[in-house]
């Protein structure tokens, strides 16, 4: 997976290498096949009464650019927004390394608790895994000198703005109602967010109400 990432150009870093060569996508898809694990593509974890999808594993290439885009150092602290399996958010305490923090929010109170569990047992550092409404971003532990969101988002929520640090970054799939939109890069500067670049995607939507399904 890794190789075929760097070959495509969606790897660059060798910080973001490092962490992706490192982290077994698998140990964080329990009961999905090793080669559907390393496969690029998204794998739904979650699902709806009705069968619509809530949650899953970006697809490698999605999780590689925006961690590219984040342009994390160590020592930073970072909010992410949708744990989900906490596969980003094992990547994410990496590139922190020990003098970072990591803090990821999930609305779906089970998905969170697994996520915090497989994440106790494979990630190599403690990331606090809180749930919640990532709408509100987690104001405990601001300001963040990042702030990642892996949820399709209809707009900026206010919150995650006054929760970055002058000069931090943000990196935030923008979609419209059917989860198709762009991976925009947001720079704060002085009070303002100044847009840096973007890449089309597809997200599930960020929710207000946690309304998943075992
Ligand atoms: C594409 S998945 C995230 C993938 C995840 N980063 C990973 O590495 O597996 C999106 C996640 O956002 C969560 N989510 C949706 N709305 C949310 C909200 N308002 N606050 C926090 N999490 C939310 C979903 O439950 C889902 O787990």
């Known amino acids: ?45 979650l699902r709806a009464a009705d069968a619509t999808p809530i949650s899953s594993a970006s697809q490698p290439t999605m999780v590689a650019t925006m961690l590219e885009q984040l342009t994390i150092a160590e020592g930073h602290r970072v909010l992410e927004i949708g744990t989900g399996t906490g596969y980003n958010a094992a990547l994410l305490a990496l590139l922190v390394g020990d003098s970072g923090t990591v803090v990821s929010v999930e609305i779906e109170a089970h ?30 532990n601001a300001p963040y000198d990042r702030i990642i969101v892996t949820a399709g988002a209809r707009e900026i929520a206010a919150k995650w703005v006054d929760q970055l640090v002058d000069g931090g ?3 935030l799939p923008l979609v419209d109602r059917r989860g198709l939109g762009s991976v925009v ?11 840096r670049g973007a890449v089309r995607c597809g997200f599930l939507l960020l929710c207000e109400h946690a309304t998943g399904t075992d």
Do not use: W
């Open 185 to 195: 890069v947001f720079d704060k500067i002085c009070d303002q967010l100044v847009r």
């Open 1 to 45: 997976m890794v190789a075929e990432l760097t070959k495509r150009g969606v790897l660059v870093s060798p910080a973001v290498i490092r962490a992706m060569l490192a982290v077994p996508r698998h140990l964080f898809l329990a009961g999905v096949d090793h080669r559907s694990a390393y496969a690029d593509r998204a794998v739904i974890v």
């Open 111 to 140: 998905l969170g608790a697994k996520a915090a569990e497989t994440l106790a047992a494979v990630a190599p550092r403690r990331i606090d895994v809180v749930i919640g409404d990532g709408n509100f971003g987690y104001p405990k």
């Open 169 to 171: 970054r943000m990196v």
